[in-house]
């Protein structure tokens, strides 16, 4: 990743942050966006202790001046976008769709599946030279979460995007794939999971025994940005410990 340059969504956190770390650990430049500045500013802190090249940049992906601004933005930044890691998103559980308001769905969509198109639609023009994205989607894009239909919903949306996109920009050598991790520790879960035995569930479902930690989910995004795929578009690549299997 030696010289190219790149943003990450939702890089104030979690997997977001660790794809952002690890880019910038491999040479690039990275644009850490988020809608927590402050969050965005400690992940660019995390890089630039360690020598790597990284600038916050404050985003909305819900909505579209934002996420043109943003994208934007990183292009005046470092002179060009290669790669883009469209992470951001928002959680939706205990909920039965007949339990849900039209208002929650919306929202959810509006983050999940609509953000990701606005930010495809602002990066795919801007790639230079062709370029890679990677959309994190979820294991909820290839099969049914009980209890979050919104975000199941919108989940396969993303999965979807990411195959149309790939094969509608294939010839413009842009490769487009998505990374659907399992359940993953990262501060946020672990938010939710206080007091009860939701961590040892998952494991216990769980082939290899064990949650992912938001570094090897972020490794799956970062390796399909990387000229080590360079013949990978199009796919959803599961990143869950054979929970899928």
């Given at each position: 990743?030696?010289?190219k340059a790149?943003?990450?969504?939702?890089?104030?956190?979690g997997?977001?942050?660790?794809a952002?770390?690890e880019?910038?650990?491999?040479?690039?430049?990275?644009?850490?966006?988020?809608?927590?500045?402050?969050?965005?500013?400690?992940?660019?802190?995390?890089?630039?202790k360690n020598?790597g090249?990284?600038?916050?940049?404050?985003?909305?992906?819900?909505?579209?001046?934002?996420?043109?601004?943003?994208?934007?933005r990183?292009?005046?930044?470092?002179g060009?976008?290669?790669?883009a890691v469209?992470?951001?998103?928002m959680?939706?559980?205990?909920?039965?769709?007949d339990?849900?308001?039209?208002?929650e769905?919306?929202?959810?969509?509006r983050?999940?599946?609509?953000?990701?198109?606005?930010?495809?639609?602002?990066?795919?023009?801007l790639?230079a030279?062709?370029?890679?994205?990677?959309?994190?989607?979820?294991?909820g894009?290839?099969?049914?979460?009980?209890?979050?239909?919104?975000?199941?919903?919108?989940?396969?949306?993303i999965?979807g995007?990411t195959?149309?996109?790939?094969?509608?920009?294939?010839?413009?050598?842009?490769r487009?794939?998505?990374?659907?991790?399992?359940?993953?520790?990262t501060?946020g879960?672990?938010q939710?999971?206080v007091?009860?035995?939701?961590i040892?569930?998952?494991?216990?479902?769980?082939?290899?025994?064990?949650m992912?930690?938001?570094?090897?989910?972020?490794?799956a995004?970062v390796?399909?940005c990387?000229?080590?795929?360079?013949?990978?578009?199009?796919?959803?690549?599961?990143?869950?410990?054979?929970?899928?299997?």
């Amino acid at each position: 990743m030696k010289g190219k340059a790149g943003l990450v969504t939702g890089a104030g956190s979690g997997i977001g942050r660790a794809a952002a770390i690890e880019f910038a650990r491999q040479g690039a430049a990275v644009a850490v966006l988020d809608i927590d500045e402050t969050a965005a500013a400690e992940t660019v802190e995390m890089i630039e202790k360690n020598g790597g090249a990284a600038v916050a940049v404050l985003v909305d992906i819900a909505d579209e001046r934002s996420v043109r601004s943003a994208v934007e933005r990183t292009v005046a930044a470092y002179g060009g976008l290669h790669f883009a890691v469209n992470n951001a998103g928002m959680a939706s559980h205990h909920r039965k769709l007949d339990e849900m308001t039209l208002d929650e769905f919306e929202r959810v969509v509006r983050v999940n599946l609509t953000g990701t198109f606005l930010c495809l639609k602002y990066e795919l023009p801007l790639l230079a030279g062709g370029g890679a994205i990677v959309n994190v989607a979820s294991n909820g894009g290839l099969y049914a979460i009980p209890s979050a239909p919104a975000y199941v919903a919108a989940k396969h949306g993303i999965v979807g995007l990411t195959k149309v996109a790939a094969v509608d920009y294939a010839a413009k050598g842009i490769r487009v794939n998505a990374v659907c991790p399992g359940p993953t520790r990262t501060p946020g879960f672990d938010q939710v999971a206080v007091g009860t035995d939701l961590i040892a569930m998952q494991e216990a479902s769980t082939p290899l025994g064990r949650m992912a930690t938001a570094e090897e989910a972020a490794a799956a995004a970062v390796w399909l940005c990387s000229d080590a795929a360079s013949y990978v578009t199009g796919i959803a690549l599961s990143v869950d410990g054979g929970r899928r299997a």
